[in-house]
């Protein structure tokens, strides 16, 4: 099984700072997803990252791949209120499809004003 | 597209009922899962339909849990008899396999937040 940690768990920021948001998974992966879910709803896709060296932005948000450190990273820049929101992130098990979707813990995010 | 179609949206029962959750794929998937989420233990497969067939059940906890897919465009998640350690929300997710990675974004439907009394 593979297992995927995000850090941190909570992370409550100020409008117009950046931060960023740290995923790690056990073994090898092929591919990575960054997902967001707001409070009772459902989770939106935000990012497919499928090699090493991958970077995708969107608006405020970019999420790159590292994956010889088994690592991805969501790089928040200069946030805004509409971002808060919980943040998760995926890993698929390498030579595997999407029934081997790990998510990671996911990471609160309060962006205060 | 009107996206993957759960309901109810909200179920509340007292222990020992038969609870159903349904969900409707985006048209053209040819894959389904279901997932549940709690605070404790996060997001958890549950079950993996791939063209109607039940691939992988690993993720049911226990006999109680029967899932089916009778057509592509419809399936249910069975809890009989419900127990209060079942509340959560459940969500289906679809998304259309064997077409290359990035097409295997799974799309998730709004969930079903159960209750258990």
């Known amino acids: 099984e593979l297992k995927v940690e995000q850090n941190p768990l909570f992370l409550s920021m100020q409008e117009e700072k950046n931060y960023t948001i740290y995923c790690n998974y056990s073994t090898t992966s092929d591919r990575l997803y960054w997902y967001r879910q707001d409070p009772g709803k459902s989770l939106e896709s935000l990012f497919v990252l499928l090699s090493n060296g991958a970077v995708k932005q969107e608006g405020r948000l970019m999420a790159s791949l590292d994956t010889k450190a088994r690592l991805s990273t969501l790089h928040i820049t200069a946030a805004v209120h509409d971002l808060s929101a919980t943040y998760f992130c995926a890993v698929v098990l390498r030579g595997t499809g999407a029934n081997n979707l790990f998510f990671g813990t996911g990471t609160r995010l309060t962006v205060i004003p | 597209d009107a996206g993957v179609i759960q309901s109810p949206r909200h179920e509340v029962t007292e222990m020992g009922q038969e609870v159903t959750l349904r969900c409707k794929p985006i048209s053209g998937h040819n894959s389904l899962f279901w997932y549940r989420q709690t605070m404790m233990r996060g997001l958890e497969l549950l079950i993996y339909?791939?063209?109607?067939?039940?691939?992988?059940d690993s993720g049911m906890p226990e006999d109680r849990f029967s899932a089916k897919m009778p057509n592509a465009s419809f399936s249910t998640l069975k809890i009989q008899p419900s127990e209060p350690r079942d509340s959560a929300v459940y969500f289906c997710?679809?998304?259309?396999?064997?077409?290359?990675?990035?097409?295997?974004?799974?799309?998730f439907g709004s969930g079903t937040q159960l209750s258990v009394l």
């Open positions: 997710a679809s998304t259309l396999t064997g077409t290359g990675w990035p097409r295997e974004k799974l799309f």
């Open positions: 339909f791939n063209n109607n067939v039940p691939i992988d």
